[in-house]
């Protein structure tokens, strides 16, 4: 696991929050539901993701109804997110 990205989504509480509710294929307004974020703050944190490698859109360049997913690393930084808390609870 790349200890820096690990880093660069503990810095960021909305990059930590879209990362961990992640954990199945969601689309930007399930997020910005869920997570109780603006748009604008849900489209920069799954632009940084993205182009951190930790998720990716698998609806190519639609412009509506994107659906993001995490990729391998981004599973892996979610289960240490996951750990850290566990140790601090």
């Known amino acids: 696991m790349d200890i820096k990205k690990l880093s660069f989504v503990v810095r960021s509480k909305t990059r930590r929050k879209i990362l961990m509710a992640l954990e199945s294929n969601k689309m930007p307004s399930q997020l910005k539901k869920e997570l109780k974020l603006e748009d604008s703050n849900v489209a920069r944190g799954l632009r940084e993701l993205e182009s951190a490698g930790l998720i990716r ?3 190519g360049s ?3 109804g994107r659906i993001f997913r995490l990729t391998k690393e ?3 930084i ?3 997110l996951i750990a850290m808390s566990l140790q601090h609870s």
């Open 78 to 80: 979610r289960k240490e």
């Open 57 to 59: 859109c698998i609806i």
């Open 62 to 64: 639609a412009k509506m």
């Open 74 to 76: 981004g599973k892996e």
